[in-house]
């Protein structure tokens, strides 16, 4: 697997925004998890997570994952062959921010096909200096991290869990897309 990370899924609980190794963790009634599964196919990669709740959840942490949900489903409705890529990051931050969340620091979503990571990178929130446009066929992820407190985040002793520095809980949701003139062809639907 690339970047030798040491288990075949992330799972992140919580304050676990993203990279969490699955581990012997008991996950309670109310917990978020993240459930991040990259595939592999004829030598070219796809990347997706989904927030669930496991059982009953609080309001405010449904709200939570409705809003990465949110953020994820109106980024793709600006995705098209010609769009500034900084578009992406823009809408994203306008659902997050306006729904009185964060997003959390330097997560982002990326190129990908022969590899997990490739460029592009794609902000959740406006670059100005983004202006490039999307093209055809460019195979990019979407990842919208929302976290419940500040956006800082920091790295777990594990050496890749990355948690939100003030221990509020995230959610995160992301696909894989191909762009394309008539908008996204989301190949992780």
Request: with cysteine; glycine share 10%.
């Amino acid at each position: 697997m690339d970047y030798g990370f040491p288990g075949t899924t992330c799972i992140s609980v919580n304050d676990e925004a993203v990279h969490g190794i699955p581990g012997r963790c008991i996950l309670r009634r109310g917990d978020l998890v993240k459930l991040d599964v990259t595939a592999e196919l004829d030598g070219f990669y796809a990347d997706a997570c989904r927030t669930v709740a496991v059982g009953d959840a609080r309001p405010q942490a449904l709200r939570l994952v409705r809003t990465a949900e949110q953020a994820l489903a109106a980024a793709l409705k600006v995705v098209r062959t010609g769009v500034p890529l900084n578009e992406i990051g823009a809408t994203v931050q306008r659902v997050v921010h306006g729904r009185g969340f964060s997003l959390c620091d330097g997560l982002m979503g990326h190129g990908i096909g022969r590899r997990i990571h490739e460029a592009p990178n794609v902000p959740n929130t406006f670059e100005p200096e983004l202006t490039a446009p999307l093209t055809e066929g460019l195979v990019i992820t979407i990842e919208p991290l929302v976290a419940s407190g500040g956006p800082q985040v920091c790295v777990a002793s594990d050496g890749w869990t990355v948690r939100t520095a003030d221990s509020s809980w995230s959610a995160h949701a992301e696909h894989t897309i191909v762009v394309r003139e008539r908008g996204p062809f989301v190949l992780t639907a």
